[in-house]
């Protein structure tokens, strides 16, 4: 494998000079709009960074800009660039659930995606579930059902539970249980959360997209 | 839109502190062809950092451990995702996420035991991004899909601007967390042999919970029986050595003979001293080497059936 050790080297990163300089790779456009684009062996490859690079979301169906270090992820991008706090951060380290987002459909956790590597592909937040004045049936059946106590895992679990519903529409207690195992709240309401989700099940979580 | 604070700034939890040789502003790659993949790495090899899913790295970049100042994202190089069949194989691109391996009827159909392997990893949000080539080339002795590769006799196929080649999976491991891999290679699929129709396959996993749980034993086997003698048997195992390992004292017991319940209890002891786990924060080496000879049980009886 590619030997840890071997990753010690320290450097400024692929600077223009240095690549130049060790490879035959040509340089064929400088500057696209703050990333660098080299050529290889003939498509473009796009070099981000070192130093902050302009970059587009398309988040709950807006594009946003930002200008972050190719480093952010797209949870720090979200909370410090773009003012969408929605998403907590809570482990940072792809384990608590509490920064999840929706990633072309999929729930994923906002903290291990690079913000620059969700460029392209559209995101949905929880500051995007509701339509208009109206909760989304997550969200309703969330209040409904007493599903939060202080509240920090609620985002995620309502993205996350947005999710399962669309890909699980009539879901068994069991699937329920599983589905949402990716999430975790420290005041215990995971039986109120589980009555929610049965609850926007029958309503139909998929209203309101 | 406000820009007010910068990300990399911002207070990290737990107070951690920085990693002196991490460098704080990493570039980052983002080819999306093979070629273009093969010459970064023949170029930059050796100081660049493949992210493929980034399910295990970026929580060690999250955690300033990760010491590497360019990022090479394969992430949208489509040659390295898709399951094919080849007749009496499967290849499965290294980019394939465990999400595709749950819903694909190929690996339903000839390689159910990477279906229940990949259901145990991690959760939702990590199935939907974590990679089988990621799960390969990480080399945790207790990653989940490993014993299933190693007793299906998996191959690796490997490339990098030289040409491919392939190593057996059960060669493809050099060490603790180490493996054949050069610095300019990176892993572009895994090929995986279908089970037969004689052959029945097994795999289970022992974790404190069932989401997000890392393994304390894991086990795949496959086996074929026929009038209660066992023609073939191959047992793969996780987390009970410095990688993931075959048991071959416990196949060659096995291997020819009558399954009776004497048998049984000899495997069940063969495997328990065949391993060399350790104790570590998720478990002793005694629970170990009785829960990976209970499992194997398990295994035998369900063939005895
Ligand atoms: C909360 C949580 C739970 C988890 N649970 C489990 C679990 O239950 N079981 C389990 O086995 N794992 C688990 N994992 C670990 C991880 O999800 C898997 O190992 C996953 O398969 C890694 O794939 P990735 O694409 O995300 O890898 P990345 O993080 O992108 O990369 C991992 C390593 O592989 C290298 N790499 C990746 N692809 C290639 C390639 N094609 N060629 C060469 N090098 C490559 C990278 O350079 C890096 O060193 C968990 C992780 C988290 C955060
Ligand atoms: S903050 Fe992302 S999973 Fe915990
Ligand atoms: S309601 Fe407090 S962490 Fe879940």
């Known amino acids: 494998m590619q030997d840890d050790d071997k990753m010690n080297e320290k450097g400024s990163g692929l600077s223009r000079r240095t690549f130049l300089k060790v490879s035959g790779i040509s340089l064929s456009v400088p500057l696209v709009m703050g990333h660098r684009v080299i050529k290889v062996s003939g498509a473009e490859v796009k070099v981000f960074g070192p130093g902050k690079v302009p970059i587009q979301l398309t988040i709950n169906g807006k594009n946003l800009s930002a200008q972050v270090e190719p480093r952010v992820t797209l949870l720090d991008a979200l909370r410090n660039e773009l003012d969408l706090t929605g998403a907590k951060r809570v482990c940072d380290r792809a384990t608590c659930g509490s920064c999840t987002v929706i990633i072309d459909g999929k729930a994923v956790y906002a903290c291990a995606v690079l913000a620059i590597e969700a460029q392209g592909k559209s995101i949905t937040t929880v500051e995007g579930l509701m339509q208009g004045e109206n909760l989304h049936p997550v969200q309703q059946a969330f209040i409904d059902n007493d599903a939060q106590q202080c509240g920090f895992c609620t985002p995620g679990f309502v993205v996350a539970c947005k999710a399962f519903l669309d890909k699980n529409p009539n879901p068994t207690p069991e699937q329920v249980k599983k589905g949402l195992g990716g999430n975790l709240c420290r005041c215990g309401t995971y039986m109120g959360v589980r009555a929610a989700v049965a609850q926007a099940a029958q309503k139909g979580g998929r209203r309101n997209g | 839109m406000a820009t007010v604070r910068s990300p990399t700034t911002e207070g990290r939890p737990y107070g951690v502190q920085l990693s002196t040789t991490m460098s704080l502003d990493p570039t980052v790659q983002s080819p999306q062809t093979l070629a273009d993949v093969y010459g970064l790495l023949s170029e930059r090899g050796g100081a660049v950092k493949i992210i493929a899913g980034g399910t295990d790295l970026m929580v060690l970049m999250n955690a300033h451990m990760l010491d590497a100042a360019e990022f090479l994202d394969i992430w949208r190089v489509d040659e390295l995702r898709g399951i094919t069949d080849e007749g009496d194989a499967l290849r499965i691109g290294a980019l394939t996420t465990y999400t595709q391996l749950i ?131 191959s047992i793969g195992v996780g987390s009970v050595a410095p990688t993931v390992v075959r048991a071959p004292k416990t196949e060659h017991l096995l291997t020819g003979a009558q399954l009776t319940a004497t048998l049984m209890e000899e495997a069940r002891q063969i495997i328990a001293q065949e391993i060399t786990p350790i104790t570590d924060l998720r478990s002793t080496e005694h629970y170990r080497r009785t829960v990976t000879g209970n499992v194997l049980l398990k295994f035998l009886r369900q063939l005895s059936s």
């Open chain 2, 103 to 233: 819903k694909s009827e190929l690996i339903q159909q000839h390689a159910p035991s990477l279906v229940a392997a990949s259901r145990t990893i991690g959760a939702i949000q990590i199935q939907n991004r974590g990679t089988i080539g990621g799960n390969i080339v990480n080399a945790s002795p207790a990653g989940d899909s490993l014993p299933v590769l190693a007793a299906y006799d998996a191959e690796v196929e490997i490339g990098s601007a030289r040409g491919t080649r392939t190593v057996a999976f059960n060669q493809f491991y050099t060490g603790y967390r180490r493996s054949v891999l050069e610095p300019d290679e990176l892993v572009l699929a895994v090929r995986v042999p279908k089970l037969k129709e004689s052959e029945r396959d097994f795999f289970w996993k022992v974790g404190t919970r069932r989401a997000q749980a890392i393994s304390k034993t894991v086990m795949a086997a496959k086996a074929q029986i026929s009038d209660g003698r066992i023609s073939s048997i």
